[in-house]
C-alpha cells in the first residue's frame, strides 16, 4: 500500500489574511510522501506544536506529532530558505535522501540505516535515555535485556509510567503481535518475540499476543481460510520462543471475534470514537481503499484495554499494558492513545523497536519474495551459511591492504549489524567491534562469526517448534483464564 498523495487542496478560509495569495496554500499531510511547492513549516491543527522543520521542494515523510491524531497542517511560511537551502538549526529532507517509515513500508536511501534520532522528532515519541535504563534496573533489581541495553529498542512513551507501576506493586500487561502472511517467518519477525519473552520473565506479568490474520486478508492477496491457516502456522513459532502457557492468551482475530463480544464491543467504541478525516490523516487512506482498511485499525488497538479480556482481567478496566513494538507500528497505536482515556481506558506504553536490515544493506527491504534478503527460521546450516557469504552486505574495504590499514566500518556491515540484535555477549560484541574497525578482523572472520551464532539460534528453535503440536496450539489459543487474580480495586472514599 503506498497511501501518499500530493498536496494541492487549497481552503480560502483558512488563510491569514496578510499573506499574499501565493503564501495562502493550506495543505493536509499524511505519513507518506508528499509534495510542496512552496517554504512552509509544520503545526499540529489541536495543540500547535510546532516541528521547526522547513522544507520547500522536496519530499515530507510525516504522520502526527504525540498523541495527536488530527491532520497536521503544513501553514505557507516565510522560512527563510532560499534555492533549497536550510535555515540555520533547521533540517531539510528530500528525495534522495528521506526515510519512509508507516505500517507497511519502510525505505531508507541511507547505507547506515533509518535515521531514528529524526524519526523520534517526527513522530513525537521519546528516546532511551540512560536515566531509564537505570531506573529499569533499579525498579526490577535484574539486569535489562541485550535488546534495550544496546537501544535496539530506542523510543518509547510512558514506560517510565509502567515502571512506576511495576514498582508500587500494581498490575500491567504485555501485548504484541504478528500480521501472518507467509508459511516461513524470518530473524526480523523473531526479535519482538525474543525481547518480550525477556521482559515477561523480567515482571512476571500476563501477554497478549494477537494474530492479525484479518488485516492480512484485507492488505493481501490471500483469502481467509489460508489467512487463518498462516496465523496457526506462525503461533507454532511463537511458542517455540518459549512462552508460558499459563501466563500467555495467542489469538486470531477471525477467530476470536466469534469468541469474545467484549473484543467486537471495543472495535465498535473506537471506531466510533475516530473519524474519517482523522483515519486519512494518520494512514493516508486514499478514495481507491475498501472500507475494510479503515476499520481495522480499531481492532489492533482494542487489545490494548484490559476490558477486552474479561476471561483474564475480570471486570478491571484501569490496568495499562505495555506494547513492544517496531516504531513502523506507532501510526495505530497514537489512535488508541488519543481515544482510550475518551472511552475510560488507560493510555497503552510502547517500547519501540528499530528495523534489522535486509542482508543487502539496510536500503533493500526484505521481502518474501526474496528468501536471499534474510534468514528465514526453517534455513538449513548450508542455507544460512551461503546466505552470509553470499548476500550479506560487507562494510570491508576493497582490498585487503586497505582493509588492514582502515578497518571496516561496522555501522553499515549486515554481518555486525546482526551480531548486535542475536549475540548475547557484551564483551565479545565490543571485542569484534574493535577488531573489525582496526582492520584486525577481515569480513570472512566476521561473517564466520554471525554464521555459528545464527545457525545455533535456528537450529535451536527448529527443535523447539518440533516439539509443538496442535494439542499445544489450541492450549494457547483456547479463551481461559491465567495465573494471575485481578480482584476489583478498593474504592477510594
Same mark, same amino acid.
Given at each position: 500500500?503506498?497511501?501518499?498523495?500530493?498536496?494541492?487542496?487549497?481552503?480560502?478560509? @483558512?488563510?491569514?489574511?496578510?499573506?499574499?495569495?501565493?503564501?495562502?496554500?493550506?495543505?493536509?499531510?499524511?505519513?507518506?510522501?508528499?509534495?510542496?511547492?512552496?517554504?512552509?513549516?509544520?503545526?499540529?491543527?489541536?495543540?500547535?506544536?510546532?516541528?521547526?522543520?522547513? =522544507?520547500?521542494?522536496?519530499?515530507?515523510?510525516?504522520?502526527?506529532?504525540?498523541?495527536?491524531?488530527?491532520?497536521?497542517?503544513?501553514?505557507?511560511?516565510?522560512?527563510?530558505?532560499?534555492?533549497?537551502?536550510?535555515?540555520?538549526?533547521?533540517?531539510?529532507?528530500?528525495?534522495?535522501?528521506?526515510?519512509?517509515?508507516?505500517?507497511?513500508?519502510?525505505?531508507?536511501?541511507?547505507?547506515?540505516?533509518?535515521?531514528?534520532?529524526?524519526?523520534?522528532?517526527?513522530?513525537?515519541?521519546?528516546?532511551?535515555?540512560?536515566?531509564?535504563?537505570?531506573?529499569?534496573?533499579?525498579?526490577?533489581?535484574?539486569?535489562?535485556?541485550?535488546?534495550?541495553?544496546?537501544?535496539?529498542?530506542?523510543?518509547?512513551?510512558?514506560?517510565?509510567?509502567?515502571?512506576? @507501576?511495576?514498582?508500587?506493586?500494581?498490575?500491567?500487561?504485555?501485548?504484541?503481535?504478528?500480521?501472518?502472511?507467509?508459511?516461513?517467518?524470518?530473524?526480523?519477525?523473531?526479535?519482538?518475540?525474543?525481547?518480550?519473552?525477556?521482559?515477561?520473565?523480567?515482571?512476571?506479568?500476563?501477554?497478549?499476543?494477537?494474530?492479525?490474520?484479518?488485516?492480512?486478508?484485507?492488505?493481501?492477496?490471500?483469502?481467509?481460510?489460508?489467512?487463518?491457516?498462516?496465523?496457526?502456522?506462525?503461533?507454532?513459532?511463537?511458542?517455540?520462543?518459549?512462552?508460558?502457557?499459563?501466563?500467555?492468551?495467542?489469538?486470531?482475530?477471525?477467530?476470536?471475534?466469534?469468541?469474545?463480544?467484549?473484543?467486537?464491543?471495543?472495535?465498535?467504541?473506537?471506531?466510533?470514537?475516530?473519524?474519517?478525516?482523522?483515519?486519512?490523516?494518520?494512514?493516508?487512506?486514499?478514495?481507491?481503499?475498501? =472500507?475494510?482498511?479503515?476499520?481495522?485499525?480499531?481492532?489492533?488497538?482494542?487489545?490494548?484495554?484490559?476490558?477486552?479480556?474479561?476471561?483474564?482481567?475480570?471486570?478491571?478496566?484501569?490496568?495499562?499494558?505495555?506494547?513492544?513494538?517496531? =516504531?513502523?507500528?506507532?501510526?495505530?497505536?497514537?489512535?488508541?492513545?488519543?481515544?482510550?482515556?475518551?472511552?475510560?481506558?488507560?493510555?497503552?506504553?510502547?517500547?519501540?523497536?528499530?528495523?534489522?536490515?535486509?542482508?543487502?544493506?539496510?536500503?533493500?527491504?526484505?521481502?518474501?519474495?526474496?528468501?536471499?534478503?534474510?534468514?528465514?527460521?526453517?534455513?538449513?546450516?548450508?542455507?544460512?551459511?551461503?546466505?552470509?557469504?553470499?548476500?550479506?552486505?560487507?562494510?570491508?574495504?576493497?582490498?585487503?591492504?586497505?582493509?588492514?590499514?582502515?578497518?571496516?566500518?561496522?555501522?553499515?556491515?549486515?554481518?555486525?549489524?546482526?551480531?548486535?540484535?542475536?549475540?548475547?555477549?557484551?564483551?565479545?560484541?565490543?571485542?569484534?567491534?574493535?577488531?573489525?574497525?582496526?582492520?584486525?578482523?577481515? @569480513?570472512?572472520?566476521?561473517?564466520?562469526?554471525?554464521?555459528?551464532?545464527?545457525?545455533?539460534?535456528?537450529?535451536?528453535?527448529?527443535?523447539?517448534?518440533?516439539?509443538?503440536?496442535?494439542?499445544?496450539?489450541?492450549?494457547?489459543?483456547?479463551?481461559?483464564?491465567?495465573?494471575?487474580?485481578?480482584?476489583?480495586?478498593?474504592?477510594?472514599?
Amino acid at each position: 500500500m503506498r497511501p501518499g498523495r500530493r498536496l494541492l487542496s487549497q481552503n480560502s478560509s @483558512t488563510y491569514p489574511r496578510s499573506l499574499s495569495a501565493e503564501q495562502q496554500c493550506v495543505f493536509r499531510l499524511t505519513p507518506k510522501n508528499c509534495w510542496c511547492k512552496f517554504p512552509f513549516h509544520f503545526v499540529s491543527s489541536l495543540d500547535g506544536l510546532e516541528f521547526n522543520q522547513h =522544507i520547500t521542494g522536496r519530499r515530507i515523510t510525516m504522520s502526527a506529532m504525540g498523541d495527536n491524531i488530527d491532520n497536521l497542517t503544513a501553514r505557507v511560511a516565510d522560512s527563510g530558505i532560499t534555492n533549497g537551502t536550510v535555515g540555520q538549526g533547521e533540517e531539510a529532507v528530500d528525495s534522495t535522501n528521506a526515510d519512509i517509515v508507516t505500517p507497511w513500508t519502510v525505505q531508507t536511501s541511507s547505507a547506515a540505516g533509518v535515521d531514528y534520532t529524526k524519526l523520534i522528532r517526527l513522530f513525537g515519541s521519546q528516546p532511551i535515555e540512560d536515566d531509564l535504563l537505570r531506573k529499569f534496573e533499579q525498579v526490577t533489581g535484574k539486569s535489562m535485556p541485550p535488546l534495550l541495553r544496546r537501544k535496539i529498542f530506542f523510543s518509547h512513551r510512558d514506560l517510565d509510567q509502567i515502571l512506576n @507501576t511495576y514498582a508500587n506493586g500494581k498490575p500491567f500487561y504485555l501485548y504484541t503481535g504478528r500480521g501472518p502472511s507467509s508459511d516461513a517467518m524470518h530473524l526480523g519477525h523473531l526479535i519482538p518475540f525474543l525481547f518480550t519473552k525477556q521482559l515477561q520473565e523480567i515482571f512476571d506479568v500476563p501477554l497478549i499476543i494477537q494474530l492479525t490474520d484479518d488485516e492480512k486478508f484485507l492488505w493481501k492477496d490471500l483469502t481467509l481460510e489460508k489467512a487463518n491457516e498462516l496465523a496457526y502456522e506462525n503461533a507454532k513459532d511463537i511458542i517455540a520462543v518459549g512462552f508460558d502457557p499459563e501466563k500467555t492468551f495467542i489469538f486470531s482475530d477471525l477467530d476470536f471475534m466469534a469468541q469474545e463480544p467484549s473484543f467486537y464491543w471495543n472495535i465498535l467504541r473506537v471506531q466510533k470514537s475516530v473519524t474519517y478525516s482523522q483515519a486519512k490523516g494518520v494512514f493516508g487512506f486514499t478514495e481507491s481503499d475498501h =472500507i475494510g482498511k479503515v476499520g481495522f485499525p480499531a481492532v489492533q488497538a482494542v487489545p490494548s484495554f484490559c476490558s477486552t479480556f474479561p476471561f483474564i482481567f475480570g471486570d478491571r478496566k484501569d490496568i495499562p499494558c505495555l506494547v513492544p513494538c517496531g =516504531i513502523d507500528q506507532d501510526p495505530y497505536f497514537r489512535v488508541t492513545r488519543d481515544v482510550a482515556p475518551k472511552l475510560g481506558f488507560r493510555k497503552p506504553a510502547l517500547l519501540h523497536s528499530g528495523f534489522i536490515p535486509s542482508l543487502q544493506g539496510a536500503q533493500t527491504k526484505m521481502s518474501a519474495s526474496d528468501p536471499n534478503s534474510s534468514v528465514y527460521l526453517t534455513d538449513t546450516n548450508k542455507q544460512i551459511r551461503d546466505k552470509i557469504n553470499k548476500y550479506a552486505f560487507s562494510g570491508g574495504q576493497q582490498t585487503l591492504e586497505e582493509h588492514r590499514e582502515k578497518g571496516g566500518n561496522c555501522d553499515v556491515d549486515v554481518s555486525y549489524q546482526y551480531l548486535r540484535f542475536f549475540l548475547d555477549d557484551d564483551e565479545r560484541l565490543e571485542q569484534i567491534k574493535q577488531d573489525y574497525s582496526s582492520g584486525k578482523m577481515l @569480513t570472512g572472520e566476521l561473517k564466520k562469526e554471525l554464521i555459528t551464532v545464527l545457525q545455533k539460534l535456528v537450529e535451536d528453535h527448529k527443535e523447539r517448534r518440533a516439539a509443538v503440536t496442535p494439542e499445544t496450539v489450541k492450549l494457547f489459543m483456547t479463551r481461559r483464564k491465567l495465573k494471575f487474580d485481578y480482584p476489583a480495586p478498593a474504592k477510594t472514599k
